[in-house]
Nanobody, 122 residues
Framework: VQLQASGGGLVQTGGSLRLSCVASGGTFSRNAMAWFRQAPGKEREFLAAITWSGGRTYYVDSVKGRFTISRDNAKNTVYLQMNSLKPADTAVYYC????????????????WGQGTQVTVSS
């Protein structure tokens, strides 16, 4: 599976962005999907995951209520809607795929996208 993330950019505090990740070359609809981020000088951080059906989602506390993960299997695409953005959300955001959400919540994934930069100005 190849993953291509897009949608990053520069936004002011309190603004919104929607990231997209398009999958190709594999059975996207049978993979759980997740979003991670990595800020300069920090470790990669798991943010949110969604099951292959879209029926269950999981978020870390730092983004719960502000970020929403969703997917459209007909388009082989997973999204991350980010609202109420803060400067602390500035990072490179990565999408990932694996058989289970649990693996990705532990930082592991079979497939990774290339990352898209999100910068939140104060």
């Amino acid at each position: 599976v190849q993953l291509q993330a897009s949608g990053g950019g520069l936004v002011q505090t309190g603004g919104s962005l929607r990231l997209s990740c398009v999958a190709s070359g594999g059975t996207f609809s049978r993979n759980a999907m997740a979003w991670f981020r990595q800020a300069p000088g920090k470790e990669r951080e798991f943010l949110a995951a969604i099951t292959w059906s879209g029926g269950r989602t999981y978020y870390v506390d730092s983004v719960k209520g502000r970020f929403t993960i969703s997917r459209d299997n007909a388009k082989n695409t997973v999204y991350l809607q980010m609202n109420s953005l803060k400067p602390a959300d500035t990072a490179v955001y990565y999408c990932a795929a694996d058989w289970t959400m649990a693996a990705m919540a532990n930082g592991q994934a079979n497939y990774w996208g290339q990352g898209t930069q999100v910068t939140v100005s104060s």
